[in-house]
């Protein structure tokens, strides 16, 4: 299995706006140039986090889902963010991982943020998903989701990395730092988090603090503040050591 390129965007998204979303996407993608395993994006990237879900769903073939598979294949990498769904007349937090092949792959959002009434709104997801790529095995999961250890849980090592998409407001900035470090360690594995920056339409504000942790719990990456798009890789000899020399996993319950 080989070393793992990933690189996540930190936007400030347009509210309630996809083709304005969409064209700011385009542009943030465009500047990726060097070669890229996996391109991450937050939570209702096309939106911002709303809970308008009947004004702003769209199904598996709107213009959300087709751009996430065309800009896979056109950036030859696999590309995830979570958008508003409907499906069989509910409405769902998606996050969908397109391939450069086309084949798509789905995680419905299973803790539904009550505080911003999203489980009003809102059906919950039921199954976890993990995708493979490069050999590695990828766990998501959606902003909320994080707070949650037993779903979480990386049961004999079933998975090698963790995706946490979100908009995760500035005011509860600590939680999520130390959330995403408390998950790399107790999960050891590879953690991503990704989350916006800017005021959304309702005024909350966000620092962004996206991130990337190592099994051991160190950060690799953070970015407070701004807008940014980061290329890191992920080292599988390092993963491979560190549950080897310090294997609490064999333990867990």
């Known amino acids: 299995m080989s070393d793992l390129t990933l690189t996540l965007?930190?936007?400030?998204?347009?509210?309630?706006?996809?083709?304005?979303?969409?064209?700011l996407f385009d542009r943030l993608t465009a500047q990726i140039q060097d070669p890229t395993d996996l391109i991450l994006l937050?939570?209702?990237?096309?939106?911002?986090?709303?809970?308008?879900?009947?004004?702003?769903?769209?199904?598996?073939?709107?213009?959300?889902?087709?751009?996430?598979?065309?800009?896979?294949?056109?950036?030859?990498?696999?590309?995830?963010?979570?958008?508003?769904?409907?499906e069989n007349g509910r409405f769902y937090n998606r996050l969908v991982w397109a391939k450069p092949d086309g084949s798509l792959f789905c995680?419905?959002?299973?803790?539904?943020?009550?505080?911003?009434?999203?489980?009003?709104?809102?059906?919950a997801g039921e199954d976890r998903l993990t995708v493979?790529?490069?050999?590695?095995?990828?766990?998501?999961?959606?902003?909320?989701?994080l707070r949650f250890p037993v779903w979480c849980r990386n049961r004999q090592n079933a998975y090698d990395a963790a995706v946490f998409v979100a908009n995760w407001p500035r005011a509860r900035s600590d939680h999520w730092k130390t959330l995403l470090t408390a998950r790399a360690?107790?999960?050891?594995?590879?953690?991503?988090?990704?989350?916006?920056?800017?005021?959304?339409?309702?005024?909350?504000?966000?620092?962004?603090?996206?991130?990337?942790?190592?099994p051991a719990g160190k950060r690799l990456f953070q970015k407070a503040g701004k807008p940014a798009i980061a290329r890191l890789t992920l080292s599988r000899e390092v993963l491979t050591a560190y549950r080897n020399a310090f294997p609490a996993w064999m333990d867990a319950d």
């Open 9 to 23: 965007i930190q936007p400030e998204p347009v509210w309630e706006d996809i083709s304005a979303n969409l064209e």
């Open 42 to 86: 937050p939570e209702m990237f096309t939106t911002g986090f709303t809970m308008n879900a009947e004004k702003l769903a769209q199904d598996m073939t709107g213009s959300g889902v087709q751009w996430l598979k065309e800009t896979a294949q056109r950036k030859n990498a696999d590309v995830a963010g979570s958008l508003i769904i409907r």
């Open 107 to 123: 995680y419905d959002k299973r803790h539904l943020f009550r505080m911003a009434g999203e489980d009003r709104f809102y059906a």
């Open 132 to 145: 493979q790529l490069q050999g590695w095995r990828i766990r998501p999961f959606i902003c909320y989701d």
């Open 185 to 214: 360690i107790e999960n050891q594995c590879y953690v991503m988090g990704v989350n916006r920056v800017g005021k959304d339409g309702n005024g909350l504000e966000y620092s962004g603090d996206s991130a990337v942790i190592d």
